[in-house]
T-cell receptor, first 119, second 112 residues
Framework: GAVVSQHPSWVICKSGTSVKIECRSL??????MFWYRQFPKQSLMLMAT?????????EQGVEKDKFLINHASLTLSTLTVTSAHPEDSSFYIC???????????????FGPGTRLTVL | QQQVKQSPQSLIVQKGGIPIINCAYE??????FPWYQQFPGKGPALLIA?????SEKKEGRFTISFNKSAKQFSLHIMDSQPGDSATYFC???????????FGPGTRLSVLP
């Protein structure tokens, strides 16, 4: 199966700082990447969808100026939480769909997640 | 139209039992139905998936049953083990994963 990595796995930062989370597809070309947020014991909340080389599409209620998403290559997308505040503390998960060897995947493959704690 | 309903919200079974998680959808354009397993502090992992042209798919102890006319599908876990304790999400998609809808999840606890 396809592998997606995320870095860092956890981060603690002070309020007001910015934090960057990387999402990489290791063995396939990720034409589309998704960013989710998950609160404890809750389902995945889609934040935004990004296609390689184009601007991300944000879900309603997600501040695009606060959650900056860049999908510069077919293997890398980044999420930057700008001016983070304690209410931004959450588990952030990326996923990707794409192709490998000319075969298109139907499934989303998820990264291991990043735990963000803002003090 | 885009919603996927999932039940139950939580489920507790004894070791060896057969938990069943049910999902229902409305959008007939969906053509692929994956299930994901998520352990605490980890990202969801693909467990098993089915297309609507088959009524059942089995992989190891996991079986998906699919009822196209009722627009329902379910996950059965045979001989459940404590290690199966996790949150399970059903999903529905079409257009090669571009349009993806998750169910709200089911927290399964398998007692030893």
């Amino acid at each position: 199966g396809a592998v997606v990595s995320q870095h860092p796995s956890w981060v603690i930062c002070k309020s007001g700082t910015s934090v960057k989370i990387e999402c990489r597809s290791l063995d396939f070309q990720a034409t589309t990447m998704f960013w989710y947020r998950q609160f404890p014991k809750q389902s995945l909340m889609l934040m935004a969808t990004s296609n390689e080389g184009s601007k991300a599409t944000y879900e309603q209620g997600v501040e695009k100026d606060k959650f900056l998403i860049n999908h510069a290559s077919l293997t890398l997308s980044t999420l930057t939480v700008t001016s983070a505040h304690p209410e931004d503390s959450s588990f952030y998960i990326c996923s990707a769909v794409g192709t490998s060897g000319g075969i298109s995947y139907n499934e989303q493959f998820f990264g291991p997640g990043t735990r963000l704690t803002v003090l | 139209q885009q919603q996927v309903k999932q039940s139950p919200q939580s489920l507790i079974v004894q070791k060896g039992g057969i938990p069943i998680i049910n999902c229902a959808y409305e959008n007939t354009a969906f053509d692929y139905f994956p299930w994901y397993q998520q352990f605490p502090g980890k990202g969801p992992a693909l467990l098993i998936a089915i297309r609507p042209d088959v009524s059942e798919k089995k992989e190891g102890r996991f079986t998906i049953s699919f009822n196209k006319s009722a627009k329902q599908f379910s996950l059965h876990i045979m001989d459940s083990q404590p290690g199966d304790s996790a949150t399970y999400f059903c999903a529905a998609t079409h257009n090669y994963g571009q349009n993806f809808v998750f169910g709200p999840g089911t927290r399964l606890s398998v007692l030893p």
